[in-house]
Nanobody, 134 residues
Framework: QVQFVESGGGSVQSGGSLRLSCVVSGNIGSRYCMGWFRQAPGKKREGVASIDSDGRARYADSVKGRFTISRDTGKNTAFLQMNSLEVEDQAMYYC????????????????????????????WGQGTQVTVSS
């Protein structure tokens, strides 16, 4: 139904950089929500970043200023640029897609945020390992 091809994982020294890629195919339309999640051994899966079809992005506090999520909607591809990697970033990284789009929460001025929760994603990739050495 929906398939993912994830790439870009590997081993890096602390302070280094990696760029993850995720190509999505299948019956999911064109306005789906995309995100990156990670899970380390013995820990719960946590959201890293998400992006909607208009380019609005959301980041976990732990990666703000270091990671950047982007997407090429026409090519159904999402990216995660990871800079200044830390040992705590070591995990299996999963690409995810939400077929209903990213829900929006508007404030009184018309600005909005998007969520970063596994509940908003219904399709998941197989993961790519990121290893960070001190």
């Amino acid at each position: 139904q929906v398939q993912f091809v994830e790439s870009g994982g590997g081993s890096v020294q602390s302070g280094g950089s990696l760029r993850l890629s995720c190509v999505v195919s299948g019956n999911i339309g064109s306005r789906y929500c995309m995100g990156w999640f990670r899970q380390a051994p013995g820990k719960k899966r946590e959201g890293v970043a998400s992006i909607d079809s208009d380019g609005r992005a959301r980041y976990a506090d732990s990666v703000k200023g270091r990671f950047t999520i982007s997407r090429d909607t026409g090519k159904n591809t999402a990216f995660l640029q990871m800079n200044s990697l830390e040992v705590e970033d070591q995990a299996m990284y999963y690409c995810a897609a939400g077929s209903m789009g990213c829900p929006r929460r508007y404030d009184s001025t018309g600005n909005y945020d998007i969520p970063l929760s596994h509940a908003n994603f219904d399709y998941w990739g197989q993961g790519t390992q990121v290893t960070v050495s001190s």
